[in-house]
Nanobody, 122 residues
Framework: QVQLVESGGGLVQAGGSLRLSCAAS????????MGWFRQAPGKERQFVGN???????YYTDSVKGRFTISRDNAKNTVYLQMNNLKPEDTAVYYC????????????????WGQGTQVTVSS
């Protein structure tokens, strides 16, 4: 497992951008696939995307072309760059870590951050 702390959330207008960071501690970070999830009020936690240890990424359809996940193994940090934000992107965003290669289900992640709020105003 890894310990994760997200930062970078906030309030932004529709069409704007935010970059979330997730700082990890633990020796397994470099081998872990790192993912981002989000949860809006009254809704289930939703998979956003992941980045493998090799840097290969996978995204859910609703964020393709707008969100980019990257990682810096030297800094033990994973990023979520969000562009062209929409009000429906409003949610608490969570960083997560997994020993699986291409996990998309929350149950396949064994490490979670505390979440950071992203609010997009129209």
């Amino acid at each position: 497992q890894v310990q994760l702390v997200e930062s970078g959330g906030g309030l932004v207008q529709a069409g704007g951008s935010l970059r979330l960071s997730c700082a990890a501690s633990g020796r397994t970070f470099r081998t872990y696939t790192m993912g981002w999830f989000r949860q809006a009020p009254g809704k289930e936690r939703q998979f956003v995307g992941n980045v493998r240890s090799t840097g290969i990424t996978y995204y859910t359809d609703s964020v393709k072309g707008r969100f980019t996940i990257s990682r810096d193994n030297a800094k033990n940090t994973v990023y979520l760059q969000m562009n062209n934000l929409k009000p429906e992107d409003t949610a608490v965003y969570y960083c997560a870590g997994s020993s699986y290669t291409n996990p998309r289900a929350a149950a396949n992640f064994d490490s979670w951050g505390q979440g950071t709020q992203v609010t997009v105003s129209s």
